[in-house]
């Protein structure tokens, strides 16, 4: 690799490279130490193509769920089946690996512009800004910035835009899917809200059982799919959609409290 040379968005793959193994070694007791991260299907990844892949996931914390996907992904890559144990991996990781975040957010501070040279493709949220509600049109600079991305590698996205649960999937999402024709893998997190803090850079509560399991590429009819069909599909695959919201019992919610206390380390 040329010292200076740059990715399709301008950054020097040698800093990145740096900047990714630096936050690795920082972060990795973060899912193996003070928390353990229980892996499922990561052989999934290492028989991906290395582009044109959108991961979609539920969302808890704004920074910590994709340092995460850094993590697994690179330590599937590097021959690690559902572990991340052995930091080693991060030695030579995937530079091609982008997440989509809120322009606003990845802006506010050192450390988040630090992170989104590691691989953010910031776009303009289009129903919220500085904390009130908006609406303003897709910026086509923003879906085609994802494209450029898709083109290079992996891209990773919260197609809910939120950190709050059971929130409507965003068009967008299917409109890309719809437009650039990507593998798309989805990925259920959870334990990351308890964790860490909202922004995921501070540890909230150590020996909390923290999951996340990869599932199969969605089978999509790229052609014939509605836009409609194909945000049900997401909805359902990361466990977002309405049907997995029910009213638990006195008992069942006393099971469910139990079992959290053995899922703690």
């Given at each position: 690799?040329?010292?200076?040379?740059r990715n399709?968005?301008?950054h020097?793959?040698?800093?990145?490279?740096?900047?990714?193994?630096?936050?690795?070694v920082?972060?990795?007791?973060r899912?193996?130490g003070?928390?353990?991260l229980?892996i499922?299907?990561?052989?999934?990844i290492?028989?991906l193509?290395?582009?044109?892949?959108l991961f979609?996931?539920?969302?808890?914390?704004y920074?910590?769920d994709v340092?995460?996907m850094?993590?697994?992904f690179?330590a599937?890559?590097?021959?690690?089946?559902d572990?991340?144990?052995n930091?080693?991996?991060i030695?030579?990781?995937?530079?091609?690996?982008?997440y989509?975040?809120?322009k606003?957010?990845?802006?506010a501070?050192?450390?988040?512009?630090?992170?989104?040279?590691?691989?953010?493709?910031s776009?303009?949220?289009?129903?919220?800004?500085?904390?009130k509600d908006?609406?303003?049109?897709v910026?086509m600079s923003?879906i085609?910035?994802i494209?450029?991305?898709?083109?290079?590698?992996?891209?990773?996205t919260f197609?809910?835009?939120?950190?709050?649960?059971?929130?409507?999937i965003?068009?967008?999402?299917?409109?890309?899917?719809?437009?650039?024709?990507p593998?798309?893998?989805?990925?259920v997190?959870?334990?990351?809200?308890r964790?860490?803090?909202k922004k995921?850079?501070?540890?909230?509560?150590?020996?909390?059982?923290?999951?996340?399991?990869?599932?199969e590429?969605?089978?999509?009819d790229?052609?014939?799919d509605?836009h409609a069909d194909i945000v049900?599909?997401?909805?359902y695959?990361?466990?977002?959609?309405?049907?997995?919201?029910?009213?638990?019992?006195?008992?069942?919610?006393?099971?469910?409290?139990?079992?959290?206390?053995?899922?703690?380390?």
């Amino acid at each position: 690799m040329g010292l200076f040379k740059r990715n399709p968005f301008g950054h020097i793959l040698f800093l990145k490279k740096w900047l990714i193994r630096i936050f690795g070694v920082i972060t990795h007791r973060r899912f193996r130490g003070f928390n353990e991260l229980q892996i499922e299907g990561s052989e999934i990844i290492k028989d991906l193509p290395g582009t044109n892949v959108l991961f979609v996931s539920n969302h808890q914390t704004y920074f910590a769920d994709v340092v995460a996907m850094f993590h697994v992904f690179n330590a599937s890559l590097s021959g690690r089946t559902d572990s991340i144990k052995n930091i080693g991996y991060i030695w030579d990781p995937k530079l091609n690996i982008y997440y989509i975040a809120a322009k606003e957010t990845m802006k506010a501070g050192l450390l988040p512009k630090i992170l989104a040279y590691m691989g953010s493709i910031s776009i303009e949220r289009t129903w919220r800004s500085e904390g009130k509600d908006v609406n303003r049109q897709v910026k086509m600079s923003d879906i085609s910035s994802i494209g450029k991305a898709l083109d290079d590698g992996w891209v990773i996205t919260f197609p809910q835009g939120t950190t709050t649960p059971f929130k409507p999937i965003r068009k967008g999402t299917a409109h890309i899917i719809k437009r650039y024709k990507p593998i798309v893998v989805p990925i259920v997190i959870d334990g990351f809200r308890r964790s860490f803090d909202k922004k995921g850079l501070f540890i909230k509560k150590k020996n909390i059982f923290q999951s996340f399991e990869i599932k199969e590429p969605l089978e999509i009819d790229y052609e014939n799919d509605t836009h409609a069909d194909i945000v049900e599909k997401i909805e359902y695959a990361i466990e977002q959609h309405s049907s997995f919201l029910k009213v638990v019992s006195q008992k069942d919610l006393a099971a469910l409290e139990e079992l959290n206390k053995k899922r703690e380390w």
